[in-house]
């Protein structure tokens, strides 16, 4: 992670993170990301063309794993029905799961974590944008495959034509496949649990939440091989630039309030007072009244000192 900060370190006042400001933070993040999607233009020629194209590459290059993977989902239920259940759900629990983990239990690790994801979303909404796709399971039914989701829509919520609940499928882009978030999204997870899990457990599933998530998503015929290629190539750019995004962001919160650290250390030292050999410092004083004693001394090189103890002259002693 690109973080400074290690295990056991408090988190310092100028990042130090609140529910109350993450919260509406994420649900803004996840608006933006469903808004997106959903505002994001649809030439749907096109779409079908970028799908084609794809798949073409990947017949070239024998990546098409979509293909048997998507024959087996149809063919035996128990695999299809539960990766269903999968896709239309896991993507918007497990994730929101991790991050509050993270904001309770490893803290000093948890902003940067966000905003590599928050980061990474970004970089997909601009895929989605630029290059509408459509996914496997929309292409006539020449080219080989099944809708599992609408094979099965009478296990689940979700109706024939997404993975939306029934009757909100236009509420949906499904035209943005490229690159997948649901794999990125499982990548970002995975490591999550495999960096700071710190059993076996979570690191098992670091390992297989991710490579399940990119199976089913081929399986269900949602997206193509390369669709899974391009959700990791998001997140590793996302994963670099999140660095330079928390810079920029301290950069501007400083720009914003310039002043705010000077105005709290000035407030904490007006509330307490020094007291020592008698003298006591006012809530207006910056400077102890010893420093006039020093002042004076330093004035009369020639005085006889006193004693601390009983105020008498030295000599006379």
Sequence with gaps: MPQTETPGTEVSPRTRLRWWTELPL?????GCYSAGRLLARTDVGGAVDHGLAILRIEKALHINAEHPLNRLFTREAWL????????????YLVTPAIL??????????????????????FIGLIGFTLLPTCPPRLLSAGHGFVDTMAQYHSYGWWGGEASAPRGMGGMTNQ??????????????????????????ITKALGVTYPLLTAI????????????????V???????????????????????LAPSASVVAARSDG???????GGCQTSAGERIPRQREERLRSAAEPDASPTDAGDGAPAAAR
């Design 216 to 231: 089913v998503v081929m399986g269900t015929a949602n997206h193509y091989s390369l669709d899974a290629v391009a959700g």
């Design 26 to 30: 994420i649900l803004l993040v996840y």
């Design 100 to 121: 509050v983990w993270l904001f309770r239990h490893r803290t000093e690790f948890y902003r940067a974590a966000r905003t590599w994801l928050m980061t990474s979303t």
């Design 80 to 91: 299809g029905v539960p990766a269903d259940f999968w896709y239309a759900s896991l993507h």
């Design 233 to 255: 190539a998001v997140m590793g750019v996302g994963l670099l630039l999140a660095p330079y995004v928390m810079r920029t962001v301290d950069r501007v919160r400083a720009r």
């Design 270 to 276: 007006a509330g307490s007072s020094i007291v020592s």
């Design 175 to 200: 035209y943005a496949a490229m690159p997948s978030l649901h794999v990125g999204w499982a990548l970002w997870c995975g490591v999550m649990l495999w960096r700071y899990g710190g059993t076996r």
